[in-house]
């Protein structure tokens, strides 16, 4: 019988994988078959790492993507749920060793009989080809995943009887390198996510490594089971009894054990926290989701228990934080003050959690093709297809959540007559230009989502919904707000902004609206108000918002500024302001504002007046939390820039258009946190000088629009924290030095960016 071998080797520059294939390939697992254990032959398998180890998967890797678009097969869908297919390799193989294993007539054609063979072998080697570049893909994908989650490659199973004794448990979650002719290092993992024992609890480490054992070398798998363990006490009886637990429900089924250490670790959630993660399965696959709109969504739907000194919205980041703590969310990306800003369910994760949804009837995800499926459940989200049909079999629905374009006028205005008791409705991003009258009936609507649609009015009626709680309508095509809208007592999130499609290489900013005015009043509960216009009525008013914690105002005149200023220092919760004048040429009386002082970010966009500057820049300066400000259309004068250097919090500043002068130095003590620099449009800036010890903490330098850069930053050299640099309508000269790789001052920088004009509108290339 005629048995072919593929093997590949890896490249260097991903010297964190290990394979190990100490017996010959199973034909049985390459045919699809479920009793064939998939790790049998060649095993990819990765245990998680410390946060602090995040360059042990090797420092030569390009930036990895936010979504994996590749999946293991042990963690895709359709394995998860037990089925599997036969692989269309698998049988073009069989089919070709059958023919070459086929006796040969003594009266054939020989010429034919060997031309034949030679077919079915170049088959044979093309579909070996064709194996190796999709092993090596998967490979690379899973180095990208180890990268990109902190996870590094190890061995699957370190008490594995075929093979030498390759590792030994050093302590709870460490697996050591031992000496077996692999390349040092290859099996070296930290599954700190198991929780690490002291060495006053020696017994913990016999059931860290049954842990360990246990989850056979799935990541998630380690990650979960560690931070459960993290939840409990550090005791042999408490570790013995999780390990009975999970023991218990346990199969001979790999993925089904997977499934149960992931259930186990799911049914340990606090009830509430519990319906917050189950909601993160509504969105669909590989979503990124973000923290304040989703923190919204949660206490519209009623998961968050009320606390004595927080808002809602404040515990239910808590929930958040924990999650992500657990390792049932997957942090994306987190913003420059540390808050995570962006994240993920993993897949594996994803599929047992609408498993437990669907059981349960509190949710449902649909597509065209599953309409039957919905029965009981509580919240609807809709992914793939229409709702119209729909609207007489679900009037128990609660939520609906929609992710497609599809949206019809008349579908939503079925569906809303059937559904009366609905307290969740987003359109994000749909195609629908109008509410129907009948999504104004439904009394119990808490969360209005029309982000990003074509909506252009709101109708008068939205005064019926008197329990709403978010009107979430941002980068929408609203330009003004009915009066009725001042009826919503209960209204906490109000976010109404336009973003002008402009094709500029300046900065465009967003329109606000106009709003109500007289009756701004009765909007108290007022925690989040984007965008509005300003007027010298408005200002009256504003003064009655107390809790307000985010706030931005647009088309603010210099006559307007006193009275505003005043309301602004009543908001003594204020942690997000927005100032924006009425056009680049008014001027903005700081000296007025004495800010709040637990503010964290302020946008100023307007002329500065240069006398009270200084007085400003010192008040802001005593500000502990404020760690962004963002200055567009200020002007400023060179000797304005050593005041700046008295906000010693900052860790993101950005100048768009508001630097006038022809150089800028930094000096040795400025900016000690700062990670983000950003110069957009300084027509006349010249020189930029760094002293040895200035922005110690810089990981993002972008200068845009400065036509009269010819050098790079003095002392950039000394910045080592220094990742990205990006260049964009510099003077040509620079730009063609650093494309050409003639600035060796800047070989420290892992990305370098130059930029260009493409359809009127800034782009970038990578130059290293």
Same mark, same amino acid.
Request: hydrophobic share 45%.
């Given at each position: 019988?005629?048995?072919v071998?593929?093997?590949?080797?890896?490249?260097?520059?991903?010297?964190? @994988?290990?394979? &190990?294939a100490?017996?010959?390939?199973a034909?049985?697992?390459?045919?699809?078959?479920?009793?064939?254990?998939?790790?049998?032959?060649?095993?990819v398998?990765?245990?998680?790492?410390?946060?602090?180890?995040?360059?042990?998967?090797?420092?030569?890797?390009?930036? #990895?993507?936010?979504?994996?678009?590749?999946?293991?097969?042990?963690?895709?869908a359709?394995?998860?749920?037990?089925?599997?297919? &036969?692989?269309l390799s698998?049988?073009?193989?069989?089919?070709?060793?059958?023919v070459?294993?086929?006796p040969?007539a003594?009266?054939?054609?020989?010429?034919?009989?060997?031309? %034949?063979? %030679?077919?079915?072998?170049q088959?044979?080697?093309?579909?070996?080809?064709?194996?190796?570049?999709?092993?090596? =893909?998967?490979?690379?994908?899973?180095?990208?995943?180890?990268?990109?989650?902190?996870?590094?490659?190890?061995?699957?199973n370190?008490?594995?009887?075929?093979?030498?004794?390759l590792?030994?448990v050093?302590?709870?979650?460490?697996?050591k390198n031992?000496?077996?002719?692999?390349?040092?290092g290859?099996?070296?993992?930290?599954?700190?996510?198991?929780r690490?024992?002291?060495?006053h609890?020696?017994?913990?480490?016999?059931?860290?490594h049954?842990?360990?054992e246990?989850?056979?070398?799935?990541?998630?798998?380690?990650?979960?089971i560690g931070?459960?363990?993290?939840?409990k006490?550090?005791?042999?009886? =408490?570790?013995?009894?999780?390990?009975?637990?999970?023991?218990?429900?346990? #199969?001979?089924n790999?993925?089904?054990?997977?499934?149960?250490i992931?259930?186990?670790?799911?049914?340990?959630?606090?009830?509430?926290?519990?319906n917050?993660?189950?909601?993160?399965?509504?969105f669909?696959?590989?979503?990124?989701?973000?923290?304040?709109w989703?923190?919204?969504?949660?206490?519209?739907?009623?998961?968050?228990?009320?606390?004595?000194h927080? @808002?809602?919205?404040e515990?239910?980041e808590?929930?958040?934080?924990?999650?992500?703590?657990?390792c049932?969310?997957?942090?994306?990306?987190r913003?420059?003050?540390?808050?995570?800003?962006?994240?993920?369910m993993?897949?594996?994760?994803?599929v047992?959690?609408?498993?437990?949804?669907?059981e349960?009837?509190?949710?449902?995800?649909?597509?065209?093709s599953? @309409?039957?499926?919905?029965?009981?459940?509580?919240? $609807?989200?809709i992914q793939?297809?229409?709702i119209?049909?729909?609207a =007489?079999?679900?009037?128990?629905?609660?939520s609906?959540?929609?992710?497609?374009?599809?949206?019809t006028?008349? /579908?939503?205005?079925s569906f809303?007559?059937?559904?009366?008791?609905?307290?969740?409705?987003?359109?994000?991003?749909?195609?629908?230009?109008?509410?129907?009258?009948?999504? +104004? !009936?439904?009394?119990?609507?808490?969360?209005l989502?029309?982000?990003r649609?074509?909506?252009?009015?709101? /109708?008068?009626?939205?005064?019926?919904?008197?329990?709403?709680?978010?009107?979430?309508?941002?980068?929408?095509?609203? #330009?003004n707000?009915?009066?009725?809208?001042?009826?919503?007592?209960?209204?906490?999130?109000?976010?109404? #902004?336009?973003?002008?499609?402009?094709?500029?290489?300046?900065?465009?900013?967003?329109?606000?609206?106009?709003?109500?005015i007289s009756?701004m009043?009765?909007?108290a509960?007022?925690?989040?108000?984007?965008l509005?216009?300003?007027?010298? =009525?408005m200002?009256?008013?504003?003064?009655a918002?107390v809790?307000?914690r985010?706030?931005?105002i /647009?088309?603010?005149?210099?006559r307007?500024?006193?009275?505003?200023?005043?309301?602004?220092t009543n908001?003594?919760?204020?942690?997000r302001?927005?100032?924006?004048?009425? !056009?680049?040429e008014?001027v903005?009386?700081?000296?007025?504002?004495?800010?709040?002082? $637990?503010l964290?970010?302020?946008?100023?966009?307007?002329?500065? !007046?240069n006398?009270?500057l200084?007085?400003?820049?010192?008040?802001?300066?005593?500000?502990?939390?404020?760690?962004?400000?963002?200055?567009?259309?200020?002007?400023?004068?060179e000797?304005?820039?050593?005041?700046?250097?008295?906000?010693?919090?900052?860790?993101?500043?950005q100048?768009?258009?508001?630097?006038?002068?022809?150089?800028?130095?930094?000096?040795?003590?400025? +900016?000690?946190?700062?990670?983000?620099?950003k110069?957009?449009?300084?027509?006349?800036?010249?020189?930029?000088t760094?002293?040895?010890?200035?922005?110690?903490?810089l990981v993002n330098?972008k200068?845009?629009?400065?036509p %009269?850069?010819k050098?790079?930053?003095?002392?950039?050299e000394?910045?080592?924290?220094?990742? %990205?640099? @990006?260049l964009n309508?510099?003077?040509?000269?620079? &730009?063609?030095?650093?494309?050409?790789?003639?600035?060796?001052?800047?070989?420290?920088?892992?990305?370098?960016?130059?930029?260009?004009?493409?359809?009127?509108?800034?782009?970038?290339?990578?130059?290293?």
């Amino acid at each position: 019988m005629l048995r072919v071998y593929i093997g590949t080797v890896l490249e260097k520059w991903y010297p964190s @994988t290990v394979l &190990v294939a100490p017996d010959p390939p199973a034909f049985a697992a390459a045919r699809g078959s479920c009793a064939c254990r998939l790790a049998s032959s060649v095993e990819v398998l990765m245990a998680g790492a410390a946060e602090d180890e995040k360059g042990a998967a090797g420092e030569n890797f390009a930036p #990895t993507r936010s979504e994996r678009q590749a999946k293991h097969p042990l963690e895709q869908a359709e394995n998860i749920a037990g089925t599997s297919n &036969v692989p269309l390799s698998a049988t073009m193989f069989q089919a070709a060793m059958d023919v070459m294993s086929m006796p040969i007539a003594p009266d054939a054609d020989a010429v034919a009989n060997q031309a %034949e063979l %030679e077919a079915q072998r170049q088959a044979l080697l093309h579909g070996a080809a064709d194996i190796a570049r999709a092993q090596q =893909e998967l490979n690379i994908t899973l180095c990208e995943y180890n990268a990109a989650h902190g996870f590094v490659s190890v061995s699957a199973n370190p008490a594995r009887p075929t093979l030498p004794q390759l590792s030994e448990v050093d302590d709870v979650g460490e697996i050591k390198n031992m000496d077996c002719g692999l390349p040092s290092g290859s099996f070296e993992i930290r599954a700190k996510k198991i929780r690490k024992a002291q060495e006053h609890f020696p017994p913990l480490h016999y059931w860290a490594h049954k842990f360990v054992e246990k989850c056979n070398g799935l990541p998630i798998a380690i990650v979960c089971i560690g931070r459960l363990l993290s939840f409990k006490s550090a005791t042999f009886l =408490e570790w013995e009894n999780v390990y009975r637990t999970l023991e218990m429900k346990f #199969t001979n089924n790999f993925i089904l054990d997977m499934n149960i250490i992931l259930k186990v670790s799911l049914e340990d959630l606090p009830h509430n926290m519990k319906n917050c993660f189950l909601y993160c399965c509504m969105f669909p696959e590989n979503h990124v989701m973000q923290r304040k709109w989703l923190v919204r969504l949660w206490v519209a739907e009623g998961f968050i228990e009320a606390s004595e000194h927080k @808002t809602l919205e404040e515990v239910a980041e808590d929930y958040l934080t924990e999650l992500i703590n657990r390792c049932l969310l997957l942090e994306v990306k987190r913003n420059e003050s540390g808050y995570v800003d962006d994240f993920q369910m993993h897949d594996i994760l994803r599929v047992l959690a609408l498993s437990k949804a669907r059981e349960e009837n509190f949710c449902i995800v649909l597509d065209y093709s599953r @309409t039957h499926l919905i029965g009981k459940a509580r919240r $609807l989200s809709i992914q793939r297809g229409d709702i119209a049909h729909l609207a =007489e079999s679900v009037p128990h629905l609660r939520s609906l959540l929609v992710f497609q374009n599809s949206l019809t006028f008349g /579908s939503l205005r079925s569906f809303s007559r059937s559904v009366k008791l609905m307290s969740v409705l987003n359109l994000q991003d749909s195609s629908i230009e109008g509410l129907p009258n009948e999504v +104004f !009936d439904l009394f119990n609507l808490r969360f209005l989502g029309l982000r990003r649609t074509k909506i252009a009015n709101l /109708s008068r009626h939205i005064g019926r919904l008197q329990n709403l709680l978010v009107l979430d309508a941002w980068k929408s095509k609203i #330009t003004n707000l009915p009066v009725e809208i001042t009826r919503l007592c209960k209204l906490t999130h109000l976010i109404v #902004t336009m973003k002008p499609l402009i094709p500029s290489m300046q900065y465009v900013p967003s329109i606000g609206v106009p709003a109500p005015i007289s009756g701004m009043c009765s909007l108290a509960s007022l925690q989040t108000l984007l965008l509005v216009e300003s007027s010298s =009525e408005m200002v009256n008013y504003l003064g009655a918002l107390v809790l307000l914690r985010s706030f931005s105002i /647009s088309k603010v005149q210099g006559r307007h500024c006193e009275k505003l200023f005043i309301a602004i220092t009543n908001m003594v919760h204020l942690t997000r302001l927005g100032i924006h004048a009425y !056009d680049d040429e008014e001027v903005l009386q700081l000296d007025a504002l004495n800010p709040p002082p $637990l503010l964290q970010k302020i946008f100023l966009q307007g002329k500065l !007046d240069n006398e009270p500057l200084p007085r400003f820049f010192l008040s802001i300066g005593t500000l502990k939390s404020l760690s962004i400000l963002r200055l567009v259309w200020s002007k400023l004068q060179e000797d304005m820039s050593c005041y700046l250097e008295e906000l010693h919090q900052l860790v993101k500043l950005q100048l768009y258009d508001a630097f006038d002068g022809n150089k800028i130095n930094f000096r040795a003590t400025s +900016f000690q946190k700062l990670r983000v620099l950003k110069i957009w449009g300084a027509p006349h800036l010249r020189q930029i000088t760094i002293e040895r010890g200035a922005l110690p903490s810089l990981v993002n330098l972008k200068l845009l629009l400065c036509p %009269e850069l010819k050098l790079l930053p003095g002392g950039i050299e000394h910045v080592s924290t220094l990742e %990205e640099l @990006t260049l964009n309508s510099t003077a040509e000269e620079l &730009v063609e030095r650093v494309r050409q790789k003639r600035e060796e001052i800047i070989s420290h920088v892992q990305r370098v960016y130059v930029g260009f004009v493409r359809n009127g509108e800034l782009a970038a290339e990578r130059i290293q």
